[in-house]
């Protein structure tokens, strides 16, 4: 079984910075992309950023200069440092992971439980 379990939001002033953090745990044989997804009310879940297993980064053009996405292979982390915070960044958050476990011969999709990150003043 895998688990993956974000961390870091919470409430933060327009301007701001937040740093999210996700945890992958488990049986985890490898992992390939990671990324960051977000669900504002009301709208559909958007891709915010990914990073592959070498370290290439994509970014959504509204979060590009403002987001930077890291991962730790040895750790099985992905982080998502977010800075200049708008009140339209508000959402949850989730972690997302293609993840091969050890009882499989390919990688599937695995998600977060998701955090709220609110921008308000």
């Known amino acids: 079984q895998v688990q993956l379990v974000e961390s870091g939001g919470g409430l933060v002033q327009p301007g701001g910075s937040l740093r999210l953090s996700c945890a992958a745990s488990?049986?985890?044989?490898?992992?390939?992309?990671m990324g960051w997804y977000r669900q504002a009310p009301g709208k559909q879940r958007e891709l915010v950023a990914t990073i592959g297993g070498s370290g290439s980064t994509n970014y959504a053009d509204s979060v590009k200069g403002r987001f930077t996405i890291s991962r730790d292979n040895a750790k099985n982390t992905v982080d998502l440092q977010m800075n200049s915070l708008k009140p339209e960044d508000t959402a949850v958050y989730y972690c997302?992971?293609?993840?091969?476990?050890?009882?499989?011969?390919?990688?599937?999709?695995?998600w977060g439980k998701g955090t709220l990150v609110t921008v308000s003043s």
């Open positions: 488990g049986s985890i044989f490898s992992i390939g992309t």
């Open positions: 997302n992971g293609a993840i091969r476990t050890m009882t499989s011969s390919y990688a599937i999709n695995y």
